[in-house]
């Protein structure tokens, strides 16, 4: 039988299959059937048992196989003081170590007797030894693969195809496919513990941001689900129902689900604590769901609230207020509801020259809007339908123009650039 052969078949002549072994393994089995043969037997006759002592092709083998695994086990070799007493005394006359490749000359005896029966049936015997073995040694494979899979597979909700890792485990780089979300979105939906609740949300919102898997969301009813964690009393799971929706919310069919929350978004931007987490969640989704004139009309009467919240809030809060005013800017159907807003005369201190250049870009974006708008449908600047403490008047009165005069001199350059395309009234 050779390295790479079958190990033999059986009576009913199927194939055995053969299970890789390790080289050791492959040593020892040669040399158990070696050890095995060369005893005496009644049915050897004295040129087979001869030929048992002649140990030049097992010497060969075993140092050929046994020189594969230098790297991995440490072997005595015959030029380092030769054989360990222990093995030597277990390796017979005339045979070579299947595992060091050392050899010692058969010991002197008398010949045994010729016989060619005999001589077939003790190699028939030897190769049915060795099939034994290999199959053995297959079998402990099998078991040890089985072992292990079993253990690798009760983890639980770990179903990545690439990885054992947590449905739930934000962190991850993977996409979850179709299967996996619906998963976590029945675990969101049947769980009350807020750490899971968390963790999902936050793992939805990550997958949300690609477009497949924003239709797949979509198609497995999860908005509805991830929606109504967005009137959670615990202001962390609301931040992030509110961050998956704005995730999902890129989807321009999402949003025709999306929109019903957009009421008690408002409410929780424009009533809760002022520059939090949930505000900031929320003008995001706000300005996502701006983004198209489909459903501004919405915030008609946030309007006024809008810029309080801009007026009184930090740089970043600033920031996205005026990103969702530009995309109301943008929309001729929104001009008159922007300008008739009631508006504080600090409004103006916008426009100072110190103010921090991606507010003030902004800030006159937004007043080059207006102006546009107001060209396209053929509005004139003077007529007198917005109140004094309106935006109209703000913008369009004496202290609003000394401003507009003062950044022509300002030092950046697009700064001084956005003031000169905004026209005079």
């Given at each position: 039988m050779?390295?790479?052969?079958?190990a033999?078949?059986?009576?009913?002549?199927?194939?055995?299959?053969?299970?890789p072994?390790?080289?050791?393994?492959?040593?020892v089995?040669?040399?158990?059937?070696?050890?095995?043969?060369?005893?005496?037997?009644?049915?050897l006759?004295e040129?087979?048992q001869?030929?048992?002592?002649?140990?030049g092709r097992?010497?060969?083998?075993?140092?050929?196989v046994?020189?594969r695994?230098?790297?991995?086990?440490?072997?005595?070799?015959?030029?380092?003081g030769?054989l360990h007493?222990?093995?030597?005394?277990?390796?017979p006359?005339?045979l070579?170590?299947?595992c060091t490749?050392?050899?010692?000359p058969?010991?002197?005896g008398?010949t045994p007797?010729t016989?060619?029966s005999?001589?077939?049936?003790?190699a028939?015997?030897?190769?049915?030894v060795a099939?034994?073995?290999?199959l053995?040694?297959?079998a402990?494979?099998?078991?040890?693969r089985?072992?292990?899979?079993?253990?690798?597979?009760g983890?639980?909700?770990?179903l990545?195809p690439?990885?054992?890792?947590?449905?739930?485990?934000?962190?991850c780089?993977d996409i979850?496919?179709?299967?996996?979300?619906?998963?976590?979105?029945?675990?969101?939906?049947s769980?009350e513990?807020?750490?899971?609740?968390?963790r999902?949300l936050?793992?939805?919102?990550?997958?949300?941001?690609f477009?497949?898997?924003?239709?797949i969301i979509?198609?497995?009813g999860?908005?509805?689900i991830v929606?109504?964690k967005?009137?959670?009393?615990n202001h962390?799971?609301?931040?992030k129902?509110?961050?998956?929706l704005?995730?999902?919310?890129?989807?321009?069919?999402?949003?025709?689900?999306?929109?019903?929350?957009?009421?008690q978004?408002?409410?929780?931007v424009?009533?809760?604590?002022?520059?939090?987490p949930?505000?900031l969640?929320?003008l995001r989704l706000?300005?996502?769901?701006t983004?198209?004139n489909?459903h501004?009309?919405?915030?008609?009467?946030?309007?006024?609230?809008?810029?309080?919240?801009?007026?009184?809030?930090?740089?970043?809060?600033?920031?996205q207020?005026?990103k969702?005013?530009?995309?109301?800017s943008?929309?001729?159907?929104?001009?008159?509801?922007?300008l008739?807003?009631?508006?504080?005369?600090?409004?103006?201190?916008?426009?100072?020259g110190?103010?921090?250049?991606e507010i003030?870009?902004?800030?006159?974006?937004l007043?080059?809007?207006?102006n546009?708008c107001?060209?396209?449908?053929?509005h004139?600047?003077?007529?007198?339908t917005?109140?004094k403490?309106s935006?109209?008047?703000?913008?369009?009165?004496e202290?609003?123009?000394?401003?507009?005069?003062?950044?022509?001199?300002h030092?950046d350059?697009?700064v001084?650039e956005?003031v000169?395309?905004?026209?005079?009234?």
């Open positions: 050779g390295l790479g052969g079958s033999g078949k059986p009576a009913s002549g199927g194939s055995v299959p053969v299970w072994l390790g080289a050791r393994g492959v040593c089995a040669l040399h158990r059937v070696r050890f095995a043969s060369t005893s005496p037997s009644p049915h006759g040129a087979a001869t030929r048992r002592g002649q140990s097992a010497y060969n083998l075993s140092r050929a046994s020189g695994r230098s790297s991995d086990s440490h072997f005595l070799s015959p030029g380092a030769g007493p222990a093995r030597a005394a277990a390796v006359a005339g070579a170590d299947p490749g050392a050899h010692e058969p010991a002197p008398p007797r016989g060619s005999g001589s077939m049936g003790g028939r015997d030897a190769g049915w099939a034994g073995l290999v053995g040694a297959g402990c494979y099998c078991i040890y089985l072992m292990r899979g079993q253990r690798r597979g983890h639980g909700l770990r990545r690439s990885q054992s890792a947590d449905l739930t485990n934000g962190s780089d979850l496919n179709a299967e996996q979300l619906q998963k976590l979105l029945y675990l969101l939906e769980t513990d807020p750490v899971i609740i968390e999902a936050v793992t939805l919102g990550n997958n949300a941001a477009s497949a898997n924003q239709v979509r198609e497995l999860g908005i509805p929606g109504s967005s009137n959670d009393p962390s799971i609301k931040e129902a509110l961050n998956a704005n995730n999902l919310s890129v989807n321009v069919e999402n949003q025709i689900k999306i929109k019903v929350y957009v009421n978004v408002c409410e929780d424009f009533s809760g604590p002022l520059n939090s949930v505000q969640a929320g706000l300005t996502n769901m983004v198209t489909d501004q009309h919405m915030l008609t009467s946030y309007i006024t609230d809008l810029f309080h919240v801009l007026l009184t809030g930090n740089g970043s809060t600033k920031v207020v005026l969702l005013l530009l995309n109301l943008e929309n001729p159907a929104m001009t008159e509801g922007l008739g807003a009631q508006v504080d005369s600090s409004f103006l201190s916008l426009y100072d110190h103010t921090a250049k003030l870009l902004r800030a006159l974006t007043f080059q809007n207006i546009n107001l060209k396209k449908e053929g004139l600047a003077s007529q007198p917005f109140t403490d935006l109209f008047f703000l913008l369009y009165g202290e609003c123009a000394q401003k507009m005069r003062a950044l022509l001199n030092h350059a697009d001084k956005k000169t395309v905004i026209p005079k009234f």
